[in-house]
């Protein structure tokens, strides 16, 4: 078999087996323990900005590690196969970062994102709220100009790393007349005054990962605008999430490729009636069934985060690609992961083994970033173009 990363540079295939050790050695061993006691994930974050995780989205005139696309997709992937809670947290740390790299001031870009690509500085992503997920535009947080800064107020829910990140960047309404084009992008620095959060919510899986409900009534100096311009904000929300999708096929790609790892040795291990499991055509489907989900959803993968690389060079967007990778790799990934869980019988069910983790961690894949009918709604509407 051809290795399914050979579009990978030396350098960055180097990069992954670094991170892969790392993962196997210090990340995943804490997985389990992590789900069960719902402690956010800081000394795994800690661990990967040591290794250049923190900012491997970056590149390097700020620190990042400058690589590309399909090697970032890998390394996400890697990461969540350890612990999808820390893979979680660290693609909404990129989120924010991206926020700043795409719509930010070049000012802002050298304020901010060196110390986020090293790990020194943790990112949010502030977007949805009560009532506005799935159509962000309708967002009712309001930034008006107050004093030679800006006045910000409203709420913002399921924000991830929400109250315990060092900066957010939080999207809001500066001109509710353009809809769309009235909403532009803050700054938000941890500690500021009338920045309020909740506990946790409690989650059904991905629980060292915690999110927020966030409290906005703060004052914040004129060059808290991203970019230095109103009416950016949705714009630049849209093309981070182009980069988070591809990114949340990372997450499931590695989920997934852990489940169908655990439940290959399981069967091949199993004997029931003087029969390895593997004997059984029925199972033998199940694992072909698993293997051909898992390598359609990486080739979508890869082939967005190709178009990814190409569109960051020449300009224009990759949001077709991005949607159907991460409709497809999700809804494999779910699929992937309740076959594996099958066919571990009862034990699936139990906590000795990490398929039902991550059964439960997969789950937010086909609702955050856009859930799955959001994402028909914008491959339909581009075919339909
Ligand atoms: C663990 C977790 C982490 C998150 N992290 C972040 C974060 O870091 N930052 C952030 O900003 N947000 C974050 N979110 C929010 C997440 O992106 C939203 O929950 C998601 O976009 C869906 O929005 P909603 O919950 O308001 O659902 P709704 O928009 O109320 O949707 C409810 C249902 O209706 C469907 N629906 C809605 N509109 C349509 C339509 N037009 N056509 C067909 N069906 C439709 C949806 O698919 C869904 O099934 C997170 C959420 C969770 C649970």
């Not at 991830?160 to 999207?171: C, I, K, R, W």
């Not at 809809?179 to 946790?200: D, E, N, Q, Y």
């Not at 808290?224 to 999708?245: C, H, I, P, S, Y």
Request: with cysteine.
């Amino acid at each position: 078999m051809t290795d399914p990363w050979h579009m990978l540079s030396e350098e960055e295939r180097l990069f992954c087996d670094v991170l892969e050790r790392l993962c196997a050695e210090r990340i995943a061993p804490r997985a389990a323990e992590t789900d069960e006691t719902a402690r956010f994930v800081h000394d795994q974050l800690a661990t990967l900005g040591g290794a250049g995780m923190m900012g491997a989205n970056l590149p390097e005139e700020y620190g990042g590690g400058g690589i590309s696309a399909p090697a970032l997709l890998r390394a996400v992937a890697i990461v969540a196969g350890a612990c999808g809670s820390t893979a979680s947290a660290l693609t909404a740390h990129y989120l924010a970062t991206d926020s700043i790299l795409i719509g930010g001031t070049e000012a802002q870009k050298q304020a901010l994102l060196p110390g986020a690509a090293e790990g020194r500085a943790l990112g949010a992503f502030a977007l949805t709220e009560p009532t506005a997920g799935s159509d962000p535009a309708d967002m009712k947080t309001r930034a008006r100009r107050e004093g030679g800064g800006w006045r910000l107020e409203g709420a913002k829910c399921f924000i991830s790393n929400g109250a315990v990140a060092d900066f957010l960047v939080v999207y809001a309404v500066t001109d509710p007349a353009r809809a769309h084009r009235g909403i532009s992008a803050f700054i938000v620095p941890k500690g500021t005054p009338g920045l309020s959060a909740g506990a946790p919510e409690r989650t059904m899986g991905l629980k060292g990962g915690h999110v927020f409900t966030l409290g906005l009534d703060c004052h914040l100096p004129e060059d808290a605008l991203l970019g230095g311009v109103e009416g950016q904000g949705f714009k630049t929300a849209m093309q981070v999430l182009d980069n988070g999708r591809i990114e949340v096929a990372a997450q499931c790609l590695g989920l997934a490729e852990a489940a169908m790892a655990t439940a290959i040795a399981y069967a091949k291990d199993r004997v029931i009636g003087g029969q390895p499991l593997t004997d059984r055509q029925a199972i033998r489907f199940m694992i072909a069934d698993m293997g051909l989900a898992f390598q359609s959803a990486r080739l979508l993968a890869q082939d967005a985060a190709r178009q990814r690389d190409a569109a960051h060079k020449g300009g224009g967007r990759f949001s077709l690609a991005a949607s159907m990778a991460k409709l497809h790799a999700s809804e494999a990934a779910g699929r992937i992961a309740d076959t594996a869980l099958q066919l571990l019988g009862g034990y699936g069910y139990t906590r000795d083994f990490p398929v039902e983790r991550i059964v439960r961690d997969l789950r937010i894949m086909r609702i955050y970033e856009g859930s799955s009918e959001i994402q028909r709604s914008i491959i339909s509407a581009q075919l339909l173009a």
